[in-house]
């Protein structure tokens, strides 16, 4: 993947701008999976971390953080690494504790299923950055909360009763909001600084 954004450097600079695609890449991504009721020995969540699709983080609660590849290892040394952490484990945790107090109500006979979620911010140019939390079940997509409108948007059926409880709770959503709002562009633009001197290293 280096060499590939090295090449792609490399093209920007000998090719017309309609050919290539030059823009600074501006995508961060963190894959959730929450486990509410975990197996003896199962990991209650999974967090994985992606820079312009290259994974750079993988961890289990409770485990240690893994930074994966020359983007991982370069990023890990920096102040926002710990900052990013320390948020996702504590939005994971409040997240867990929301699927938790709904089992009464939801789920007295079943155990709570597995709460897949995406928090995303991307930039195009010179562009402000939009953000969304994607959260769904069983591989589908079913809420949605994004900068277009900082609401709570039903994609598909089966999470009616999910989108409720977080429209009730104005500190979940507030947390939610914050996470992606207040840092998500920080981690972006931080994580971006250390991704192109990175780059530049190998280039040189």
């Avoid at 995406?118 to 997509?141: A, L, P, V, Y």
Wanted: proline content about 5%; aromatic content about 8%; some cysteine.
């Amino acid at each position: 993947m280096v060499l590939a954004e090295v090449l792609k450097l490399i093209l920007c600079v000998l090719l017309p701008l309609p050919l290539v695609a030059c823009a600074d890449p501006h995508s961060l991504r963190y894959n959730v999976s929450i486990i509410p009721q975990p197996k003896p020995q199962q990991p209650w969540c999974e967090i994985q971390g992606h820079m312009d699709e290259m994974v750079f983080l993988s961890f289990h609660c409770g485990g240690e953080v893994n930074p994966l590849g020359p983007l991982g290892r370069k990023l890990n040394s920096t102040e926002t690494w710990e900052e990013q952490i320390e948020m996702l484990k504590y939005v994971t945790e409040e997240l867990r504790k929301q699927l938790l107090d709904l089992k009464s109500e939801i789920f007295p006979t079943t155990d709570v299923p597995t709460l897949q979620g995406t928090m995303r911010c991307e930039k195009e140019g010179s562009e402000k950055i939009h953000w969304s939390w994607e959260f769904g079940f069983n591989g589908q997509r079913n809420l949605l909360f994004s900068s277009d409108n900082s609401m709570w948007t039903e994609l598909e059926a089966g999470a009616t009763w999910l989108k409720t409880a977080l429209e009730n709770d104005g500190a979940m959503t507030k947390l939610l909001k914050n996470a992606l709002a207040g840092v998500c562009e920080k981690w972006l633009l931080s994580l971006n600084r250390s991704r192109k001197k990175m780059l530049g290293t190998t280039g040189n």
